[in-house]
């Protein structure tokens, strides 16, 4: 049989299926023999002892297979149940890529009909933030529709006219600034004004020119660093800060000069002289740094070393700029300012120096002088009321300052907005904020103004002493024409102004308190300047002061002091008819007093 060429393959084919417990009872007591076994059977023939081999794992495979065949057959009728649950399965899922497909078609139906609503949400949002806006601009440019057209009116008006406007401004602050009110008005009036309609320029009739060239707040800044509050003053401080020229003041009472040193204190203005050994060094210093130089107690002319920064020799060196300062090259500064005064009530200047410098005529005037002294009398008799004045000036000059920064902060938002206006809520906020504040301000500067006013009457009631105070000093500064030895600077006068109100009798009265101030200040500095007279000049002087205490009191009419004092020069003569005809109106008048 293991000779047969076909056992290998039966062997191989062997139906192990049908082996029973017969069959592998039937062969346990061939196993159990002691010389079957694998060694022993090889000891006999290889083949047999795999043949052994192969009938023990073939006992083996059918007590394992009786243990695996149930498990089998219930793999085979699992695995049939799965075939039949996958194919419900596939039909499940086949209906369910079905719903899932109508799904996801709902979804996305869902998810447009979201966005559309989103959409809408906002647009409504936006819709309702807008109506906000445009309900809190309403509210905030509430009566401001009338006011805004009739100054767009006006702005459009003033348009037309700026550029006359500009040149007679420029006329002003380049020609007029040596001479007095008077005839400021008159070159004003009948020159520019005229040479404009003349060549058909559209001017302003009538132009302020402080209003024009500087606000209102900015004088009250002036008015607190020092300078009178009367019109000739602030003229003068618009042609020093507007002037493109530097200006030379002709100063002969000082007041020029303590408001610069004032206004430029925070500059850290440096004084000097040219007569001053470190002159240059403090020009040269200045000129580096950007600091303002004041050069006091000029004469008629200046030292050569300034003409170069008179005339602006600059010369580009680099990023800088420079100036040829004799031998010697100096940094300049744009902040560099200069300022020169002097005492001289009457310089006679040369042309030259007048084309290179804005002379500006800083002589006090009446209007001016007359507030000073009555400030520093008020400060004597009731200091409560002139700081209470003056503070009251800082607040108003405050409250200005912010309405302008607020209407500028505004205005430059506005012209800077994009895009819908409604759109900008920060522009809206600011808006009603600056509405807000502004009414706040205007409130406040409506009380300000009144108590203002009742401050102003309270103090008037002492205008009688500063208005005798004042017709004396201009009286003793006309008197130089007498003789020039007769001096007297404003700050003695202003000594003895207020020793004379320190030293006149007290009175509980107002009237008699003024009434005592007024005699004995005017004894006072009539002793006093008629000290430092000559004999024959006491009399004339005491007349002068007579006449002009009559006049100002309205007793005596200033034509009967002409004729006193011109006799019949004064008299017109087409008023005057000779009581002959013998006699011409002409001769009449000359003879008659």
């Known amino acids: 049989m293991m000779g047969d060429m076909g056992f290998l393959t039966s062997l191989l084919n062997f139906a192990k299926e049908q082996i029973n417990d017969e069959t592998v009872e039937l062969l346990q007591p061939y196993f159990a023999a002691p010389d079957f076994n694998y060694e022993s059977a090889r000891k006999a023939s290889g083949n047999v002892a795999g043949l052994c081999n192969w009938a023990a794992a073939m006992c083996k495979y059918h007590v394992v297979a009786k243990v695996v065949e149930p498990k089998i057959a219930a793999l085979r009728a699992a695995e049939s149940e799965l ?87 420029s006329a002003f602050v380049s020609y007029l600034g040596p001479f007095n009110k008077e005839f400021r008005e008159l070159l004003m009036s009948r020159d520019f004004y005229q040479d404009c309609i003349t060549l058909n320029i559209p001017v302003t009739q009538n132009i302020e020119v402080a209003k024009f060239l500087v606000d209102d707040s900015e004088v009250g800044e002036w008015v607190l660093q020092g300078l009178p509050t009367d019109e000739l003053s602030v003229q003068n401080g618009i042609m020093v800060t507007r002037a493109s020229r530097y200006p030379v003041l002709v100063d002969p009472q000082g007041q020029g000069r303590l408001w610069i040193m004032n206004r430029e204190e925070a500059n850290q203005l440096k004084v000097t002289q040219l007569n001053d050994k470190m002159f240059r060094n403090h020009l040269e210093d200045c000129l580096a740094f950007g600091k303002p130089l004041l050069v006091e107690n000029i004469e008629e002319e200046l030292d050569p070393v300034l003409d170069p920064v008179l005339e602006r020799r600059l010369v580009k060196k680099g990023k800088s700029w420079v100036l040829q300062l004799a031998e010697k090259e100096v940094d300049f500064t744009d902040s560099f300012k ?170 509980s009265l107002p009237s008699k308190r003024i009434a005592n101030i007024i005699e004995q200040m005017t004894y006072d500095i009539y002793l006093y300047i008629q000290r430092g007279l000559f004999e024959r000049h006491k009399l004339l002087f005491a007349l002068m002061l007579t006449n002009k205490i009559l006049v100002s009191a309205g007793k005596v009419k200033p034509q009967d002091v002409d004729v006193l004092l011109k006799g019949g020069g004064a008299l017109d003569i087409t008023s005057v008819s000779a009581p002959h005809r013998l006699v011409s109106n002409c001769h009449y008048a000359g003879c008659w007093v």
């Open 338 to 507: 200069l300022f020169c005064t002097t005492r001289l009530p009457n310089p006679h200047f040369t042309p030259e120096l007048c084309a290179k410098v804005t002379v500006v005529d800083f002589t006090v005037t009446m209007a001016g002088l007359e507030d000073q002294l009555l400030g520093k009398l008020i400060l004597k008799e009731k200091h409560e009321l002139e700081e209470q004045r003056q503070q009251l000036l800082e607040e108003v000059q405050s409250y200005k300052k912010k309405i302008k920064q607020l209407e500028d902060d505004l205005l430059f938002r506005l012209s800077n907005s994009q895009g819908n206006l409604l759109d900008d809520t920060e522009l809206i906020d600011v808006l009603a904020v600056t509405k807000q504040t502004a009414q706040d301000v205007s409130d406040k500067l409506a009380n300000a103004s009144e108590t203002n006013k009742k401050i102003n009457e309270a103090c008037e009631e002492y205008r009688p002493v500063a208005h005798r105070a004042t017709l004396i000093y201009f009286l003793i500064a006309e008197f130089a024409v007498v003789n020039c030895m007769y001096q007297t600077s404003l700050a003695q006068f202003n000594e003895l102004y207020e020793h004379s109100i320190d030293n006149s009798e007290k009175a």
């Open 83 to 169: 075939k039949v649950a996958t194919k419900e399965k596939n039909a499940a899922e086949e209906r369910m890529a079905i719903v899932q497909a109508r799904l996801d078609e709902m979804q996305a139906q869902f998810d447009v009909a979201m966005q559309q609503k989103q959409l809408l949400e906002d647009d409504a949002a936006a819709c309702q933030k807008k109506m906000d806006s445009a309900a809190a601009l309403l509210h905030a440019l509430a009566g401001e529709e009338t006011r805004w057209t009739l100054q767009s009116k006006e702005f459009d008006a003033q348009i037309k006219r700026l550029t006359g406007d500009c040149a007679v401004a």
